[in-house]
């Protein structure tokens, strides 16, 4: 039996719509998506609409998220311990290694990059904050992929696994010899494989009780990175296990 309201479902699957489309949607887009009348998305998005979370644009009637979901974001991103906590030692990285630095968490089956700081070189890479991406896609992904619980990977590696470059891994058993070696090593790098010409080097961050749920990363062309590779290892690994002893992990 299904316990969940499907009114609030309903609502929370129009919400999350808007995070893979356009700015501004309209009722029959919203209606073609979540395959639902138009009746009943005019009726959720009035409600929505009432309470903050959806506005409507008066001149052409379409609708975007509203205000009130950016002062929730911002209040889940001031409790984000791990976030504050980290900044820090992510500055003492970057500052180190001259290359992009930033800080990778789990939600669900997804990764997102909660923090960042740039390389200071004209000719850098960038990554995205507070975009959602497979577990199994990046360094600083696969990194808090390979500590997951076991029906956890079968079910981030059970869907489609979507290719990034031509390079990129698109077998569950090929990311699965994957995670094995990052738990073998302790860290994970990695190139060409969601960005060509582009190298990853990471490491988990473990808390308390051993689990890990947050990765740093360092990142940069590839020409500059595999050089350094052995040193950023070194480097990343350092900065984790400092960490990771901060916030009471007291394995190896």
């Known amino acids: 039996m299904d316990n969940h309201l499907s009114s609030v ?23 073609r998506q979540l395959k639902l009348s138009k009746g009943a998305v005019h009726k959720l998005l009035m409600t929505l609409e009432s309470e903050g979370f959806i506005k409507r644009n008066p001149v052409n009637k379409q609708y975007s998220l509203g205000y009130t979901l950016l002062e929730l974001g911002n209040k889940v991103l001031r409790n984000h311990n791990i976030t504050d906590f980290a900044k820090p030692y992510l500055h003492n990285l970057a500052s180190t290694t001259q290359e992009l630095v930033s800080l990778c968490v789990r939600e669900d089956h997804d990764a997102i990059y909660v923090y960042k700081i740039d390389s200071p070189h004209p000719i850098r890479f960038n990554v995205e904050t507070f975009q959602r991406f497979p577990l199994y896609a990046s360094s600083a992904s696969r990194v808090i992929l390979a500590f997951q619980d076991n029906s956890l990977i079968k079910s981030v590696l059970g869907g489609h696994i979507q290719m990034y470059t031509p390079y990129s891994m698109n077998s569950p058993s090929e990311i699965e010899e994957r995670l094995e070696a990052i738990r073998k090593n302790g860290y994970e790098t990695s190139s060409n494989l969601k960005n060509e010409g582009v190298t990853g080097v990471a490491a988990p961050i473990y808390e308390s009780n051993g689990a890990v749920n947050a990765s740093i990363s360092i990142v940069g062309p590839s020409d500059r990175v595999l050089p350094m590779r052995d040193k950023f290892i070194e480097n990343v690994l350092s900065t984790t296990r400092d960490l990771s002893a901060q916030l009471g992990y007291r394995g190896h």
């Open 9 to 31: 479902k309903n609502s929370c699957r129009l919400l999350k719509t808007f995070l893979d489309s356009e700015k501004e949607l309209g009722v029959s887009e919203l209606s």
